[in-house]
């Protein structure tokens, strides 16, 4: 009983989104990972880790990573995001988001979006590249949700503290790429359209239920759920991931939204692929 109560009120959750990828006798893993959450893994992380030669992740998220971020996306170029919405959408977003927010003991991702307490969202706003001013609104908002873990972060730490060698997919600068290259119009539909609560709850039912089918067909209208991001890039991070797998004993965490392409790629190469639990440990 006191096991069980200990794990109600615990942070950590098990992994379901894993998947056990094999060809010619070699073993690896793909990790679908949560970007944003209000769980973490870290101890289902340290079982997917614990026998892999190599974990492999889909870009760098150091400090020198994160600064040119932030350089990228704080002068805007083109079009305003704030300026792009309805009225009633800005009334909505000014009425959350500039109440103070509770403090978060994980403040990275909202410390490298922000702008200064003392300036009006609108003002903000109209600073940032479009998607930078789309994931300075929904990481605040999922953050006074308590989103305020990443599975990235912590397959980065874990993978260090453990001393496995990390390889990267893809390069900060190509990840920019991609980002300014998110249509404006779904970041906007998605602002005034979608049912954020009801988003919320059905990702992470979703995600801790392993439902990979489920949480694909949702999260169709999230803003980064377009061919820039998805399908152009699934291919593109198959091609990088590939010698890793066919080593073998290799650890793959990407994005969970890739993962059903990856997937599908990977059987049209002749890997066999089944999904797992964190338990299970890679051969």
């Not at 000014?94 to 979006?113: C, H, K, M, Q, R």
């Not at 793959?252 to 890739?258: K, Y």
């Amino acid at each position: 009983m006191a096991g069980w109560v200990a794990r109600l009120f615990s942070e950590e959750r098990d992994l379901r989104m894993v998947w056990e990828v094999e060809r010619r006798g070699r073993c690896s893993r793909l990790v679908g990972t949560a970007h944003f959450f209000p769980y973490r893994f870290r101890a289902a992380l340290r079982a997917c880790f614990g026998a892999a030669d190599t974990v492999v992740l889909e870009g760098p998220l150091d400090e020198a990573a994160r600064s040119k971020v932030v350089a990228a996306g704080s002068v805007r170029q083109g079009a305003s995001l704030y300026d792009a919405l309805d009225a009633a959408t800005v009334r909505r977003l000014d009425e959350i988001l500039t109440v103070p927010a509770p403090a978060s003991a994980s403040g990275l991702y909202w410390d490298l979006l922000r702008g200064g307490p003392e300036n009006r969202l609108g003002a903000e706003l109209r600073q940032m590249e479009p998607w930078m001013a789309f994931f300075h609104i929904w990481t605040e908002l999922r953050r006074r949700d308590g989103w305020i873990h990443s599975m990235d972060l912590d397959a980065a730490e874990v993978a260090s503290r453990m001393g496995k060698p990390v390889r990267y997919l893809e390069t900060i600068e190509e990840q920019i790429g991609i980002l300014e290259r998110v249509p404006l119009q779904r970041m906007v539909d998605f602002l005034e359209q979608v049912d954020w609560d009801a988003y919320r709850r059905g990702y992470v039912r979703h995600y801790l239920d392993g439902d990979l089918d489920a949480l694909t067909a949702l999260a169709q209208a999230f803003p980064t759920f377009c061919a820039p991001v998805i399908e152009e890039r699934d291919p593109v991070l198959l091609e990088r991931m590939l010698p890793h797998l066919e080593r073998g004993d290799a650890i793959a965490c990407v994005g969970i939204l890739h993962c059903h392409g990856l997937i599908a790629l990977l059987r049209a190469r002749g890997y066999a692929v089944a999904q797992g639990f964190h338990r299970t440990s890679v051969r």
